[in-house]
């Protein structure tokens, strides 16, 4: 298998896109580091893969609110790995916001603590301790890094994705090409993924979803497994050349 005994950390690899990635990437026969905010929630992960996969997976609890967590998530993976392949990073904080006039600095804050700092942070201390050299990284971006959120798919009186989390992406964009660049002598990979809106019938209105669907040209949203393939090339040996992209994986709504 091409990943055998090839080691991949996920963060926010126990649920949605990083959860599919997982089971994607076990069923090729990495093993997978997936890391979640709460340990507890890895049982009921587990419980999702089949038992021929589970001695592979190692499930890991990592905050990104605090720098010390990370520094501490990188000396225990570091005393039982020696080299890391890959690192994809799917963790992210998006969380309801108050209007754009009304916004505060604890809202700016925790967005940007963990969708750039942490996220920045962590790929450093992994490409610099872990990976060294021949790897990849992978970071999870949002279509709205680059697109203006349109009104009219949202229900009346809710607020759209907000600018902080967009920004927050954009932010990543650029984080990515930086070290695309600092990396490149090392034959390490840096590319990030820019998902379009991932389906969520227990988030999402019934108004949304036939909005977004009819502004979308693929006329769906996407699945939480429409990301596994693209991923799979950024880090696979047939990736040798490709760094520094910015991928949009949104149904085409870039397009329009």
């Not at 893969?49 to 990188?74: G, H, M, N, W």
């Not at 969520?200 to 939480?224: G, H, I, V, W």
């Not at 047939?238 to 994986?249: A, E, P």
């Amino acid at each position: 298998m091409e990943y055998e005994n090839k080691i991949i950390i996920i963060t926010g690899g126990c649920s949605g896109i990083g959860g599919e990635i997982t089971k994607y990437l076990l069923k090729k026969g990495a093993f997978v580091i997936p890391t979640t905010r709460n340990i507890n929630c890895s049982n009921t992960f587990l419980n999702t893969i089949d038992d021929e996969y589970k001695s592979r997976c190692f499930p890991f609890e990592l905050s990104l609110e605090k720098q010390e967590y990370i520094i501490d998530f990188i000396i225990k993976i570091k005393s039982q790995y020696k080299k890391i392949y890959a690192l994809i990073n799917c963790a992210v904080c998006r969380e309801p916001v108050t209007n754009f006039y009304e916004l505060n600095i604890e809202e700016w804050d925790k967005h940007y603590r963990i969708n750039v700092f942490a996220t920045a942070y962590l790929s450093g201390k992994v490409a610099e301790e872990l990976i060294m050299k021949d790897g990849s990284i992978v970071n999870f971006s949002s279509f709205y890094s680059i697109n203006i959120p349109d009104n009219r798919v949202y229900d009346k009186g809710t607020i759209p994705t907000s600018l902080i989390y967009a920004s927050s992406k954009a932010a990543l964009n650029y984080i990515t090409q930086y070290m695309a660049v600092i990396y490149a002598e090392r034959n390490i990979t840096v590319n990030a993924i820019l998902a379009g809106g991932v389906e969520n019938k227990d988030r999402q209105t019934p108004f949304f979803t036939e909005q977004y669907c009819l502004r979308t040209p693929m006329k769906r949203m996407a699945k939480s497994s429409d990301f596994n393939k693209a991923v799979d090339f950024f880090i696979s040996n047939d990736n040798k050349y490709c760094t520094g992209q910015l991928l949009s994986i949104d149904g085409g709504w870039n397009l329009l």
